[in-house]
């Protein structure tokens, strides 16, 4: 049982490149989550997915965009990257069943942005 | 609007000393609160949580933590330190609908022989 998968796990790109962050759950969840990670300031929410077909935007939205491509893929697009998007992503999952459900995380992608 | 903070961004204790990691929050609701563990290159793994009931919640790897409504705290302990224990450790509080959770900027735990 995989869990959530993201690929690549590492990536370089050049300022003002595009760039998609995929990421694929195996648990059957209905929500899906996408953060970023930087140092002394925790994990801030980029979008989320409630359910299939749904998306909103979280704490950090501007300069991404997001697709729910299914009910097992959310993936995260960078249409035009900057430095200060160099980060830590994350992608997480969930169950249905109000606040209590807690969340599952794969192992990130290190975006650096030259 | 829910928030949560973590008291020191670093805490260095001995092997087999009490490890004490503090988190205290803030939400115009009863919140639901979360403890996660990250080691280096992964991502975050869950601890334990509160929903409604006990207030003494226990975890896993030995790690347990206590709701306290009156001091807006949720303070996450274990007895007796391993040096396995030495990650970053992040408090979440749920939030509004879609599950969504508000972290904590973390606490980097070291664990010295």
């Known amino acids: 049982n995989a869990g959530v998968t993201q690929t690549p796990k590492f990536q370089v790109l050049k300022t003002g490149q595009s760039m998609t962050l995929q990421c694929a759950q195996d648990m059957n969840h209905n929500s899906m989550y996408w953060y970023r990670q930087d140092p002394g300031m925790g994990l801030r929410l980029i979008y989320y997915s409630a359910s299939e077909g749904t998306t909103d935007k979280g704490e950090v939205p501007n300069g991404y965009n997001v697709s729910r491509l299914n009910k097992r893929e959310f993936s995260l697009r960078l249409e035009s990257a900057a430095p200060s998007q160099t980060s830590v992503y994350f992608c997480?999952?969930?169950?249905?069943?109000?606040?209590?459900?807690?969340?599952?995380f794969g192992d990130g992608t290190r975006l650096s942005i030259l | 609007a829910q928030s949560v903070t973590q008291l020191g961004s670093h805490v260095s204790v001995s092997e087999g000393a009490l490890v004490l990691l503090r988190c205290n929050y803030s939400s115009s609701v009863p919140p639901y609160l979360f403890w996660y563990v990250q080691y280096p290159n992964q991502g975050l793994q869950l601890l334990l949580k509160?929903?409604?009931?006990?207030?003494l919640v226990k975890g896993i790897n030995g790690f347990e933590a206590e709701f306290k409504k009156s001091e807006t705290s949720f303070h996450l302990t274990k007895p007796s330190a391993h040096m396995s224990d030495a990650a970053e450790y992040f408090c979440?509080?749920?939030?509004?609908?879609?599950?969504?959770?508000?972290f904590g900027t973390g606490t980097q735990l070291k664990v010295e022989l």
């Open positions: 509160y929903t409604t009931g006990a207030t």
């Open positions: 997480a999952s969930s169950n249905r069943g109000g606040f209590s459900q807690p969340q599952h």
């Open positions: 979440a509080v749920s939030t509004g609908g879609g599950n969504k959770l508000t």
